[in-house]
């Protein structure tokens, strides 16, 4: 007993808990960024929470957009987001994880995606959230298609730079 | 029998989001791409060599995978999430 004592107050124990907290969602909804991050300052021990927030430009390419369309691959999108979080946890120690992922449409400056980590301390929570957002951005089936205010609609090219980016993990 | 699906701009380009055809045995994802390029004739031009992700059973995998009965292969645009 007083063996499992020890192991419930360690901080490996608090670590296998971690796993547990997970928090991945792809939703049309929106969500609401103090509710996400008063859910990682729930993090047992950490002292470092980072989260990145996307939102919709309401310029492309000197263009006004309407808004954008983002499609996704629903039996995958979920299991890719796992996989990602998975990853990142063997490349780094965390606490919490949340990632929400919007799909369907959004107007200009609506959220698009919340990515938020903690850890006991700041280097980790800094790199985790860009590795999140680097992986994401190459291996999650999503794909967003500008609409613009002539109601002609266009499919976004993937970036050289988010290449670049993925590739220095 | 395999499942063939496709997302943004490739269905659209190509005007179908998912197809089901019979393969042989020991054919990879690869083999699929050349025989639906010589059955789609704008296959070719939409789904270009290395500008497109692939899809098997819902994990991203290469062009050498083998595939077998029941399957669900994708062609996937390069994405652009986030």
């Not at chain 1, 890719?80 to 949340?98: C, I, P, Q, W, Y």
């Not at chain 2, 019979?22 to 083999?31: K, L, P, S, V």
């Amino acid at each position: 007993m007083r063996y499992l004592a020890m192991v419930m107050k360690s901080r490996f124990y608090h670590r296998l808990l971690a796993v547990n907290v997970d928090r991945i969602s792809v939703q049309t909804e929106d969500f609401d960024v103090a509710e996400c991050y008063s859910v990682l300052r729930e993090a047992e021990g950490d002292g470092a929470i980072v989260t990145f927030t996307g939102i919709v430009r309401e310029l492309a390419q000197e263009a006004r957009l309407a808004g954008i369309e983002l499609e996704h691959y629903p039996q995958m999108t979920h299991l890719a987001l796992e996989k990602l979080v998975a990853d990142a946890r063997s490349r780094f120690t965390l606490g919490a994880v949340t990632i929400i992922h919007r799909v369907g449409k959004l107007a200009a400056h609506e959220q698009i995606v919340f990515v938020g980590v903690t850890s006991r301390h700041r280097q980790a929570a800094f790199d985790a959230c860009q590795f999140l957002m680097d992986i994401l951005k190459r291996d999650v089936p999503l794909w967003k298609k500008e609409w613009h205010e002539d109601g002609s609609g266009q499919w976004v090219a993937a970036k050289d730079s988010d290449k670049k980016a993925a590739a220095k993990w | 029998m395999i499942t063939v699906k496709f997302f943004a701009q490739f269905r659209e380009l190509l005007g179908t989001e998912s197809l089901e055809l019979a393969i042989g045995d020991g054919t990879t994802i690869a083999d699929l791409r050349t025989l639906l390029a010589s059955e789609i004739s704008e296959f070719d031009s939409v789904v270009r060599p290395n500008e497109f992700l692939c899809a098997l059973n819902h994990t991203l995998t290469d062009q050498h995978a083998v595939l077998s009965d029941g399957d669900e292969v994708a062609f996937l645009p390069p994405v652009t999430g986030g």
